[in-house]
Structures are given as C-alpha cells and as structure tokens.
C-alpha cells in the first residue's frame, strides 16, 4: 500500500515493471510475483543440478496445490489460482478486515473448501484481469463518450458531479463519467484525474480518447465486479483449508 494508505493496488501485468511501478515518490516499491517461472537452460550455477527441469513451472507451492486438489478432488490450474486470489485482493471485504496486517506484511490468501465458490471467485478474477489488461470484450462497449468541438488540448480539468462530465477545457469534455469512476482510487491515484493531469498541456489524440474511454469503462466493471465478489466472500471464509 501507499503510505498512509489502505492496501488497494494489487495489479497485473504482462510485462517486465519497474520496482517503483506504483510511485517514484514514496520509498515503497513494487513486487512482481510471476505465475511462471522459466528457468535458463544456458545457466551454470552452484544450483544448477538441483533444477528438476528445464520446462517452465509454475510459481505455485506444490503444498497449494496438493490440498487444493485433494479438497475439490480435482487439479485447479494455475490461472485459476491466480484469477481465485485476485479476486480475493479485490474484495472490499477482505481489504477492510485485514486492514491492519495488510499495513504491515505481504497479503494472505485464505482458500475456501467450496468447490462452487472457489470456481465463482475465479471468474469474477479472470474478469478483473482481463479488464485490467485492456483486452476485455466488455470494453468494446464504452460508458463513457467524448464531446464538443475545438483542439482537444487538456487545459482546465473540471468535474461536473451533477451532469457526470469531466472538461478538459472550457468546451469539450468526457460524460457518462459517474461519480464512483471519477473517484476510484489504484494506490494513491486517483486515475481518471491522474491520467489527465499527466497530459496537461498536450492535445489528446483520437487513440487517447479512446483509450481514456476504456479506462473509464474498466472501472466501472472492476467496480460492479467488486461488489458481486463481496457478496460471496463471507461465505468463502466460513470454511476455509487449512495447511
């Protein structure tokens, strides 16, 4: 989290990022925990002997997926894992109990015994990171539109609560951005703001808009996705595995 902050920026990405991917202001760093892991067949090493193989792996423990497996009495893979416990980072729930552990020490994912939940936690995650990573059909449909005429340079940001517009100028604007869009907060970013303040002074390209459009549109799901997960969540927690 940011310092100061509530833990709410667990992210996915599937590029190599920088160690102060989430801000170069404060002294807290970003940590990537890859799904796989793939090892150097070229690599000579004190270790080298000790590798099983020269396959990619996933960056699971093997203790995870014995009693995940015994429990459902099947193999879950390792995307839905990880989609389960993304899921899980976003409930508002799981972020308001463990508020005072999650200032402090790595998040801990606690796993249900329920098959079905397990299954349902990990579709509403595959949704989050598909969202997330820009490549979701929901977002072919925008919530959000761009309006007026003139140069489509950001100059003056303004948000309009009551007609749920966002100016960049004294002309043109984005509406449909209701107040929860405007407002949701990754880290300590406030995104819709944040993106367009980074673009002060320049003219927004028509990929720009679109983008921003997208943006939007991913918050919104990630919002309603957000609720639906805290609907379940208490009842994923009343019987839990234990290691």
């Known amino acids: 989290m940011t310092k100061g902050e509530t833990f ?3 992210q996915v990405s599937r590029n190599i990022v920088e160690v102060i ?24 090493d004190l270790f080298s002997h000790l590798k099983e193989s020269k396959e ?26 990880f989609y389960y416990i993304y899921a899980v980072f976003y409930s508002d729930t799981y972020r308001a109990k463990y508020a005072e552990f999650l ?17 349902k936690l990990a579709e ?15 977002l072919d449909s925008p919530v959000v539109k761009f309006q007026g005429t003139g140069d489509k340079r950001v100059d003056k940001i303004k948000y309009d609560k009551k007609g749920e517009r966002v100016y960049i100028n004294n002309d043109q604007y984005f509406e449909g951005l ?31 808009i679109k983008h921003y459009c997208k943006v939007a549109t991913a918050i919104k799901h990630t919002i309603n996705i957000q609720k639906s997960i805290d609907e379940i969540y208490n009842e994923a927690e009343k019987d839990l595995i234990g290691w």
């Not at 996933?58 to 839905?80: G, M, Q, R, V």
């Not at 995650?125 to 979701?136: A, E, I, P, T, Y």
Request: proline share 9%.
């Open 124 to 138: 509403y995650g595959k949704r989050l990171v598909d969202l997330h990573l820009m490549q979701s059909p929901e």
């Open 103 to 119: 200032k402090t020490d790595f998040p801990r994912v606690p796993f249900t015994k329920d098959k079905r939940l397990f299954k």
């Open 56 to 81: 990619r792996k996933p960056n699971i423990s093997k203790k995870i997926f014995s009693a995940l497996s015994e429990t459902y009495e099947t193999k879950p893979s390792p995307e839905d894992i």
């Open 8 to 10: 709410k920026h667990a």
């Open 178 to 208: 209701e107040e929860n869009i405007w407002q949701y907060y990754i880290g300590g970013y406030q995104v819709c703001n944040k993106w367009l303040k980074d673009r002060k002074g320049k003219v927004l390209s028509l990929n720009d």
């Open 21 to 44: 991917c989430m801000s170069p202001k404060t002294s807290n760093n970003g940590f990537v925990f890859p799904l796989y892991l793939y090892p150097d067949p070229d690599q000579k």
